[in-house]
T-cell receptor
Framework: DAGITQSPRHKVTETGTPVTLRCHQT?????MYWYRQDPGHGLRLIHYSYGVKDTDKGEVSDGYSVSRSKTEDFLLTLESATSSQTSVYFCAISESGYGYTFGSGTRLTVV | GQQLNQSPQSMFIQEGEDVSMNCTSS?????WLWYKQDPGEGPVLLIA?????ELTSNGRLTAQFGITRKDSFLNISASIPSDVGIYFC?????????????FGQGTELSVKP
């Protein structure tokens, strides 16, 4: 399909545990993004990357960290999951920074 | 942070009706994009607009980049059941850094056969 895969697709975890979500692309695109989607808020940017080891914060970055050691992988880590981080997480890629392609999402539930 | 105001939040229409939704901002945007999200999937790009006043069609969909560069609208003509989903406007504000897209809150469209 679009060459972007998110894993896992669904996860249930307990409060206080660390969680890592993975985004993998086969398009060799420079830019990668992590968004969360919540009712009434649309899509909000968590972190983004403009190259290997080059990352920056988005508007809702508290409680999240990211790493990009290879062009194709962008990892999102919740250091200590909280119930407010229950959400659907989307990864997106872009070659130029315009017009994103999104993955199918990861539904995360923190209990 | 920067917000796009998208309206309406939801629409319930009859098959065959036309649909109109819009997005406004207090800031100037240099790109407007419209996405559609089907249940359980990520958003998919429908139309991209790059110039003020630009009017672009994609089948039954038509979108315009507002002259003031602070708004955009999307029209769907003769709706069909597969038009159901959430429609998002998105854009790159003129002060854009790192290619970050700003998204509206979404318009949820329901179509009754």
């Amino acid at each position: 399909d679009a060459g972007i895969t998110q894993s896992p697709r669904h996860k249930v975890t307990e409060t206080g545990t660390p969680v890592t979500l993975r985004c993998h692309q086969t398009e060799n695109h420079r830019y990668m993004y992590w968004y969360r989607q919540d009712p009434g808020h649309g899509l909000r940017l968590i972190h983004y990357s403009y190259g290997v080891k080059d990352t920056d914060k988005g508007e809702v970055s508290d409680g999240y960290s990211v790493s990009r050691s290879k062009t194709e992988d962008f990892l999102l880590t919740l250091e200590s999951a909280t119930s407010s981080q229950t959400s659907v997480y989307f990864c997106a890629i872009s070659e130029s920074g315009y017009g994103y392609t999104f993955g199918s999402g990861t539904r995360l539930t923190v209990v | 942070g920067q917000q796009l105001n998208q309206s309406p939040q939801s629409m319930f229409i009859q098959e065959g009706e036309d649909v109109s939704m819009n997005c406004t901002s207090s800031s100037i945007f240099n790109t407007w994009l419209w996405y559609k999200q089907d249940p359980g999937e990520g958003p998919v790009l429908l139309i991209a607009l790059y110039k003020a006043g630009e009017l672009t069609s994609n089948g039954r969909l038509t979108a315009q980049f507002g002259i003031t560069r602070k708004d955009s609208f999307l029209n769907i003509s003769a709706s069909i059941p597969s038009d159901v989903g959430i429609y998002f406007c998105a854009g790159h504000p003129i002060y854009n850094q790192g290619g970050k897209l700003i998204f509206g809150q979404g318009t949820e469209l329901s179509v009754k056969p």
